[in-house]
């Protein structure tokens, strides 16, 4: 007897997965940049939680993937914060 893995829409080549993942990725670095652009200066970005200036800075969902993967790379659902918060955020 043959099994079928559910998981996978028929017909949706490994290819197509990672076309279609790199597409993803592609809108969301791009909004993750326009998100630096509107929070930063000179190459410093300002925390969304404790309002500190830094240069490296991650990019938080306030929405986790997990739950709302439709909102993945919508602007409004990213929020820029330091290291120490974003750490703190996801402990």
Avoid: F
């Avoid at 969301?28 to 326009?34: D, G």
């Avoid at 986790?64 to 290291?83: D, M």
């Amino acid at each position: 007897m043959t099994r079928i893995n559910c998981k996978r829409p028929l017909g949706v080549t490994a290819k197509a997965r990672r076309a279609k993942a790199a597409k993803r990725q592609r809108i969301y670095r791009r909004v993750c940049a326009e998100i630096d652009r509107e929070h930063g200066e000179s190459g410093y970005v300002e925390c969304a939680k404790c309002g500190r200036w830094v240069p490296g800075i991650h990019h938080d969902h306030i929405r986790p993937r997990s739950v709302a993967p439709e909102l993945r790379t919508v602007k409004a659902n990213i929020q820029p914060l330091c290291a120490d918060c974003h750490l703190a955020e996801h402990a």
